[in-house]
């Protein structure tokens, strides 16, 4: 109601909707096409990460809260999917839930002692308990050690869809990664996510306005760590492995850097960002421990000249809202 | 020999030693952290990366050019806080005035650019790199065996830590230092080159982890990722004491190597864990950390 009293405010907002409904249908578009043109593997692989950074991009993007342990809710639920799926033999979509349960689970634990503190401190927390839940991955049976959950079955979806069926399992992440992202979207232009916004810009200011900051902070990270597991619950269909890489610190790095590089706080950025990592990563395996470099290379180059990022900067140029 | 709660007691005074040896290591890269943060505002990520270079610096500084451990000692936290102060320089110094935040991004970048490098240099494995000869060998103190290099590590630890707090709470200087922190404004209008020292104040804490990987060199095998497990755990000792106090930093760091070790004899799976669930019942209990001064 007030909107409607600020001319300014709701030509920026028609505005704002009309561009980004252009960009998510090219989106769309873009991805019924590139299966045809890029391995499917690959795609998935990236739009499993695009997922995930966008639910990370939720939290670090809109309430200000900056999660080095992300891996964590990644890594095991991926774990819960693949474990479900290959010992127990549950359908994909129950295992999937499984591994989204987990991640809920975990994110209400790990956010309900990190948002005791903040800032710095909030990175610090996270990064430690990821951490910790890697030690007890590294060292717990069903994980598999070293070796990880391999030959993870893809089994069909709802008795119906054969996932194994590389096409069919491409519409599967697809239809994941739109519901997953609209569902962000959702949460972040909702009255929910103005609160979560204003957190970020103001805490104390948004204390004094009655809000209980803890509580929102704390239903944003459960959030974004249930839709982090969903990302590693998908990726572990694809790959039909879960293993340690999936829980370790260097996998909180890289959806960090996806979601700098693509522009946080921005709608498409962690899609633009996820996409170029997961690419990089690919063309540049050969090189081995130069894509550490690299990636290394362009947290500095973002933070020192680009904080806006890609799409951030795209949007800047062209006036209008990504 | 004899057995305290059924635990042989070079078994358990064994891995007190060890637990004393990681909690000086702990206690010196806090302890940087802590003088660096009070400074710049700025969570050094890059730390578990330049302890390694001081590791490395130990071990290239014999290699090649016949710089014997002692010297290394000096040399190395020189050579490597000198880098420091030239990331503070080229990079640190521009984002003072943003979110700490992207103090945190930017100090991660550099740590995989140096240990990225560093393994595409030397590889994955371990370099060996031994203790001096004067170090060598070891005392029988009746109830268990004492290795003189350990010994002079938790010494030395515990002197330079003490040392730093000395001059930090104790002197002119850092006086200087604690009032730049409260108030950076003031302090250069009363003449005083703060940014200089800002520079310095960062150079020195890396100068810390530095020396800190050169006394770990002849312990741990020198390798590219020594550091970046390690600095995840310093973290969490961090959290757990807070780092308003350097007193606080040190006790908090010793303390948590001793009931590391402890933990390896009486629940050995859990040693690797057992700082972060310290620090996940201290968040409960006292969110600000042991030592903390507001959240």
């Known amino acids: ?322 | 020999m004899f057995e305290i709660f059924g635990i042989p007691s070079q078994a358990l005074f064994g891995q007190l030693l060890l637990g004393l040896i990681n909690g000086s290591f702990y206690a010196l890269l806090s302890l940087g952290l802590a003088v660096i943060f009070g400074m710049l505002n700025i969570i050094n990520f890059t730390h578990g990366a330049q302890y390694m270079m001081g590791a490395f610096a130990a071990y290239l500084l014999l290699q090649n050019f016949g710089i014997n451990y002692w010297a290394a000692l000096v040399v190395a936290p020189l050579l490597v806080g000198a880098t420091g102060v030239l990331i503070e320089r080229l990079f640190l110094q521009h984002l003072r005035k943003l979110d700490p935040l992207y103090g945190l991004l930017l100090t991660f970048g550099l740590a995989l650019i140096i240990e990225g490098m560093f393994r595409n240099q030397w590889g994955s494995s371990g370099l060996p790199y031994s203790a001096p000869e004067a170090l060598k060998g070891g005392r029988n103190l009746g109830f268990m065996f004492l290795p003189n290099y350990r010994a002079w590590v938790i010494g030395l630890s515990l002197a330079v830590c003490l040392a730093t707090w000395f001059a930090i709470e104790r002197t002119r200087l850092g006086s200087y230092l604690r009032a730049a922190t409260e108030n950076p404004v003031l302090v250069r209008a009363f003449g005083i080159n703060v940014p200089r020292m800002v520079t310095l104040t960062y150079g020195f804490g890396v100068a810390l982890a530095a020396l800190a990987g050169v006394m770990a060199a002849p312990i741990y095998n020198v390798s590219p990722q020594m550091g970046s497990d390690l600095i995840i755990v310093v973290f969490a000792v961090v959290v757990i004491g807070g780092m308003g106090s350097i007193l606080g930093a040190i006790l908090t760091g010793f303390a948590l190597g001793v009931i590391e070790g402890l933990t390896k004899v009486f629940y050995p799976e859990a040693s690797n864990t057992v700082i972060f669930v310290i620090m996940a019942i201290v968040l409960l209990i006292r969110p600000a950390g042991l030592f903390g001064r507001g959240v």
């Open chain 1, 1 to 322: 109601m007030e909107r409607a009293l600020e001319p300014s405010l709701l030509a920026q907002s028609r505005e704002r909707g009309w561009s980004l409904g252009i960009a998510f249908l090219a989106m769309v578009v873009l991805f019924a096409i590139l299966p045809f043109v890029v391995y499917p593997v690959f795609l998935m692989k990236a739009l499993c990460f695009a997922l995930f950074a966008c639910a990370f991009n939720l939290l670090i993007g809109y309430v200000g809260l900056a999660s080095f342990g992300h891996a964590l809710f990644f890594g095991w639920a991926s774990y819960v999917t693949a474990y479900t799926a290959k010992a127990w033999g549950w359908p994909p979509e129950l295992a999937v839930v499984g591994g989204i349960a987990i991640a809920a689970l975990l994110g209400f634990v790990a956010g309900g002692l990190a948002i005791r503190r903040q800032g710095i401190y909030f990175a610090m927390i996270t990064l430690a308990l990821a951490q910790m839940m890697y030690f007890f991955a590294l060292q717990a049976k069903f994980t598999g050690g070293e070796d990880g959950i391999q030959g993870v079955p893809r089994g069909r979806l709802l008795g119906v869809f054969d996932l194994s069926h590389e096409m069919t399992m491409y519409i599967f992440v697809l239809v994941v990664f739109l519901a997953g992202f609209l569902f962000i979207y959702r949460i972040i232009n909702s009255p929910f996510g103005e609160v979560l916004k204003a957190i970020r810009e103001n805490e104390l200011r948004t204390i004094s306005l009655g809000y209980k900051t803890e509580r929102y902070k704390l239903v944003a990270f459960v959030l974004s760590a249930t839709l982090a597991g969903l990302a590693g619950s998908m990726n572990s269909l694809v790959f039909q492995l879960a293993s340690l890489t999936d829980v370790h610190w260097t996998m909180s790095g890289d959806v960090l850097l996806m979601t700098l590089l693509g522009g946080l706080g921005t709608v498409f950025g962690p899609v633009v960002g996820a996409f170029i990592v997961i690419a990089m990563q690919n063309y540049l395996a050969q090189f081995g421990q130069w894509v550490l470099v690299i990636q290394g290379v362009i947290f500095v180059v973002c933070v020192l000249l680009f904080r806006r990022g890609v799409v951030g900067e795209i949007a800047r140029l062209v006036r209008v809202q990504l």
